[in-house]
Nanobody, 122 residues
Framework: QVQLIESGGGLVQAGGSLTLSCVAS????????MGWFRQTPGKDREFVAR???????TYYDSVKGRFTISRDNAKNSVYLRMNSLKPEDTAVYYC????????????????WGQGTQVTVSS
């Protein structure tokens, strides 16, 4: 059974930083893309960042220059370093693995974590 477990969320003031972690178990994702999405109440899940198996990354425009996605294939893990956080970054953040097609579409991803709450206060 594949599981993705996120951690690292919390409450932070605007301008602060957090690092989210996601550890996968049940199979290895060293040859698969991994990514992060976020969701606020009443809205669709929104693409944040993704990283391919050789380390190439892509970001949503509003987080470029502030967020950094990375991975450690030996640990079957993906991370999201979030700097200069803004109140509009407040959301539940989800880890995803193995994009089947268009990576910015949440429907393309096969595996999901349970989410971790990030709250940025102004």
């Amino acid at each position: 059974q594949v599981q993705l477990i996120e951690s690292g969320g919390g409450l932070v003031q605007a301008g602060g930083s957090l690092t989210l972690s996601c550890v996968a178990s049940g199979r290895t994702f060293s040859r698969a893309a991994m990514g992060w999405f976020r969701q606020t109440p009443g809205k669709d899940r929104e693409f944040v960042a993704r990283i391919n198996w050789i380390g190439g990354s892509t970001y949503y425009d509003s987080v470029k220059g502030r967020f950094t996605i990375s991975r450690d294939n030996a640990k079957n893990s993906v991370y999201l370093r979030m700097n200069s956080l803004k109140p509009e970054d407040t959301a539940v953040y989800y880890c995803a693995a193995e994009a089947i097609s268009k990576y910015s579409d949440s429907e393309s991803w096969k595996y999901w974590g349970q989410g971790t709450q990030v709250t940025v206060s102004s």
